[in-house]
């Protein structure tokens, strides 16, 4: 496998993790482990532009507030990065991710993935132990499927990947076709948009479904 030079930082921090040995549980955070949607919604807002979920993404839902024109990719970029900045300590937990990854943790390793920009990795991940999720947070560039094929080289056991945007869960099913893979979006607007992606094991938006199927795969597992 060959791997993009810009991911030698997230490698070397993945090597670094205290854990192994378990099975793995490696979830997303923006609106999976953390609601981003509903928070991003006020940002704009705030900032003079109106969110127009009309198709599954951002570009193209964005539209300026005076014009009701439609936001360019640098306006996108721009208010993606300004939300980092200003809210990224303030996002609320997705309603049972503290509980059912508590959970989890007592059978499996619990890492979270994000794409949110390295300079927040630290405030995220007080704002996240603050909140009742205490678990290691890499930052990653890019698609997340070399990442995740390095947090798996150490487990042992099923290894489950939670993400809601399409090209890292595809990423991920191509890398580490083991994996499983499970499509979670939890802003029900957006979860009704998303369209289904081959492969995947689960498509959910509730974490008591992902608490079902990932506690029936480690116990049959146990079993064999």
Do not use: C
């Not at 006020?42 to 003079?48: H, K």
């Not at 890492?111 to 999720?133: M, Q, Y």
């Not at 399409?166 to 957006?190: K, Y």
């Amino acid at each position: 496998m060959t791997l993009d030079p810009h991911s030698l930082d997230i490698l070397s921090a993945i090597d670094a993790l205290p854990y192994g040995g378990r099975p793995l549980v490696v979830s997303d955070v923006d609106e999976v482990a953390v609601y981003f949607v509903r928070h991003f919604e006020r940002y704009l807002e705030r900032s003079g532009f109106r969110l127009d979920a009309v198709s599954y993404g951002l570009t193209g839902n964005i539209r300026h507030g005076a014009t009701d024109e439609a936001a360019g990719q640098d306006d996108v970029r721009r208010l993606l990065f300004g939300f980092f900045d200003d809210e990224i300590a303030h996002q609320e937990v997705v309603e049972d991710a503290v509980e059912v990854l508590g959970r989890l943790a007592e059978r499996a390793d619990v890492v979270l993935l994000t794409n949110a920009p390295h300079k927040h990795r630290e405030t995220r991940r007080i704002s996240l132990t603050a909140r009742g999720l205490p678990y290691p947070v890499l930052t990653n560039d890019g698609p997340k499927g070399p990442a995740m094929a390095r947090l798996a080289a150490r487990a042992e056991g099923p290894v489950f990947f939670l993400d809601d945007s399409p090209s890292n869960l595809v990423s991920v099913r191509e890398t580490l076709p083991e994996a499983h893979v499970i499509q979670f979006v939890a802003d029900p607007r957006f979860f009704a948009m998303a369209r289904e992606i081959p492969g995947m094991n689960l498509r959910a938006n509730r974490w008591a479904e992902v608490e079902a199927y990932i506690a029936g795969v480690i116990s049959a597992h146990a079993q064999q």
